[in-house]
């Protein structure tokens, strides 16, 4: 059944957008007045059809794209002198470019309206209520806590995280006032984000970090060589459940729990540890509760049970990778980045990210407590994604935790609302962005930035459907929208048999003031043909080899 339903999904995926895109040249060619002989969705052997004034509308068997059948579109074809004039090759080459590019155009233009009803409505969105503030970020720096709300940034009203987000695009290593609201009373603080750069295959985005997540921060511990926390049995990224038998959600809640207790009084933590299991050649991790007493130590914060923040610990090294070579292993300490101390691996990552393949110099501690001091340079680290694609970027390989890994609690939501006119926008909004990073991938690919092995076809567009479907409406909508703009970008290239290049000779033809040879014209067909016979081999490939 799930097999049945997740072709269903990719059948009307695909279905919609053959419907969409042939739907443009369909209309557009009754407007201008040439006849339409058929209308199919699918290749092959006729499902379901019917016949309706001078156009038969069928459903075939094979659902990987459709056609308009026009008069007159094949150089030779015989027609009746009152078909001749209704034929595609008899109308001027501005009826016939538009008759063309209606197919792409509709393709492009149906993204916004499926973004339109995305959009409108209420949703739910993640807040601007600051959930923990990285040790040593802008944040932190400018006094932004744990519980403060986002109002604006720089005289900008922002109500989501996201939108928080996107406004520092652009801004940063400068000054910029942040309005937060704390216990219902504004607060003016100035924050100067540090750049970070976000690469990918696609764009490259310049956008100021200041250190703030809308999750509150878990429980967990870093525990040094030697200390209080190690004698009693803690271990680092043990996560504590409770505290005497009080839970502790989170780390604000951790150390106001340790701070009611005086000095020397014993502490009952359960705590949850991940434990490395290896089964023969597989290698996984479970989850154990575990009950440490550790008398109550001087200090705050973790502290008082002898342990630190697990900010500045490595929880994964990744096999091959720079940080592996140079001996760094799971629990070891980063203490100094260039000789400054660090204070958060998130901030350090930041860092490197500007680095690209600089040298550096890194010291860390390890578990036993001793000191390594290396120069190192961040190299090329590749990686598979969920659907199986190689991904190959700069990097350390060595990661702190995360919040996945911690099981996070909840975010706060808001709900916001959008009228018709305000999903419309956002809609012509986001459009032109996805098209604009479509353009780059396809260049991306000729100039083999973009790998060829990243390119999909019809078993990699199932798997796609199917998972957007679990995930909901919104996703599978979301994914429809993409590849509808895919197809729109992809269909408008010059390449012979495909859209774009039928627009072109259409405006050849305009500016020239006579058709393009029929020789010429055939044997652009067979070479349009064979590129696509040999795209069609390597997605078939890409999608066997996944």
């Known amino acids: 059944m799930p097999s049945l339903q997740n072709l269903g999904f990719f059948i009307l995926l695909l279905g919609v957008l053959v419907t969409v895109h042939e739907l443009g040249h369909f209309l557009v060619a009754k407007a201008c007045g040439v006849k339409v002989l058929k209308f199919s969705i699918g290749f092959g052997p006729k499902l379901i059809g019917f016949i309706k004034g001078e156009t038969e509308y069928q459903i075939a068997?094979?659902?990987?794209?459709?056609?308009?059948?026009?008069?007159?579109?094949?150089?030779?074809?015989?027609?009746?002198?009152?078909?001749?004039?209704?034929?595609?090759l008899a109308q001027p080459p501005w009826k016939r470019g538009l008759i063309v590019l209606a197919g792409p155009a509709f393709n492009l233009i149906f993204p916004v309206l499926v973004y339109f009803f995305v959009f409108l409505g209420p949703h739910q969105a993640t807040s601007t209520l600051v959930g923990f503030v990285e040790p040593g970020s802008p944040a932190e720096l400018s006094g932004m806590r744990p519980g403060d709300r986002v109002l604006s940034v720089e005289g900008e009203s922002v109500r989501t995280f996201d939108d928080m987000r996107e406004t520092f695009v652009g801004r940063f290593e400068?000054?910029?006032?942040?309005?937060?609201?704390?216990?219902?009373?504004p607060v003016t603080l100035t924050v100067t984000?540090?750049?970070?750069?976000e690469t990918s295959p696609i764009d490259t985005v310049e956008r100021g970090l200041i250190g703030v997540a809308p999750v509150s921060k878990p429980p967990l511990v870093g525990v040094r060589a030697g200390s209080p926390a190690e004698a009693a049995g803690l271990?680092?990224?043990?996560?504590?459940?409770?505290?005497?038998?009080?839970?502790?959600?989170?780390?604000?809640?951790?150390?106001?729990?340790?701070?009611?207790?005086?000095e020397?009084?014993?502490?009952?933590?359960?705590?949850?540890?991940?434990?490395?299991?290896?089964?023969?050649?597989?290698?996984?991790?479970?989850?154990?509760?575990?009950?440490?007493?550790?008398?109550?130590?001087?200090?705050?914060?973790?502290a008082a049970v002898g342990a630190e923040p697990a900010d500045t610990y490595v929880a994964m090294v990744a096999p091959g990778s720079v940080a592996q070579k140079a001996g760094l292993s799971p629990g070891d300490l980063i203490v100094a980045f260039n000789g400054k101390p660090v204070q958060s691996l998130r901030m350090m990552e930041n860092e490197l990210t500007e680095l690209k393949?600089?040298?550096?110099?890194?010291?860390?501690?390890?578990?036993?407590?001793?000191?390594?001091?290396?120069?190192?340079?961040?190299?090329p680290l590749k990686s598979e994604d969920a659907m199986g694609q190689e991904?190959?970027?700069?990097?350390?390989?060595?990661?702190?935790?995360?919040?996945?890994?911690?099981?996070?609690?909840?975010?706060?939501?808001?709900?916001?609302?959008?009228?018709?006119?305000?999903?419309?926008?956002?809609?012509?909004?986001?459009?032109?962005?996805?098209?604009?990073?479509?353009?780059?991938?396809?260049?991306?690919?000729?100039?083999?930035?973009?790998?060829?092995?990243?390119?999909g076809g019809p078993i990699m567009m199932y798997q796609l459907a199917a998972k957007s479907a679990e995930q909901g409406l919104d996703s599978f909508l979301h994914l429809m929208a993409i590849i509808s703009i895919n197809l729109g970008v992809m269909n408008l290239l010059p390449i012979p048999v495909l859209d774009g290049f039928a627009l072109l000779s259409a405006a050849w033809e305009g500016i020239r003031r006579r058709p393009i040879p029929t020789r010429v014209r055939e044997a652009a067909n067979m070479v349009g043909l064979a590129l696509l016979f040999l795209l069609m081999l390597l997605v078939f490939t890409n999608d066997i080899t996944r």
């Open 357 to 379: 393949d600089q040298p550096f110099t890194l010291t860390w501690r390890d578990a036993k407590g001793g000191e390594h001091t290396e120069k190192l340079a961040q190299a």
């Open 61 to 88: 068997i094979l659902p990987l794209g459709g056609y308009v059948k026009m008069a007159g579109d094949l150089p030779h074809e015989e027609l009746s002198p009152e078909e001749a004039k209704r034929g595609f």
């Open 264 to 302: 020397g009084e014993p502490l009952k933590l359960v705590v949850r540890r991940m434990s490395t299991v290896e089964a023969g050649v597989v290698t996984g991790q479970v989850s154990n509760v575990v009950e440490v007493t550790v008398p109550r130590q001087p200090g705050v914060g973790l």
């Open 235 to 262: 271990r680092t990224f043990d996560r504590v459940l409770s505290v005497n038998g009080v839970h502790v959600p989170d780390e604000a809640r951790l150390y106001q729990e340790l701070g009611r207790h005086p």
């Open 174 to 185: 400068r000054p910029i006032p942040i309005v937060v609201d704390r216990g219902g009373q």
């Open 391 to 455: 991904t190959s970027r700069l990097a350390l390989g060595a990661r702190g935790w995360a919040l996945m890994d911690a099981d996070a609690p909840k975010v706060d939501e808001v709900t916001v609302h959008l009228g018709p006119a305000a999903a419309f926008k956002q809609a012509a909004v986001v459009v032109p962005k996805i098209v604009g990073q479509m353009v780059k991938v396809l260049a991306g690919l000729f100039t083999r930035d973009v790998p060829l092995s990243s390119v």
């Open 193 to 197: 984000p540090k750049k970070s750069t």
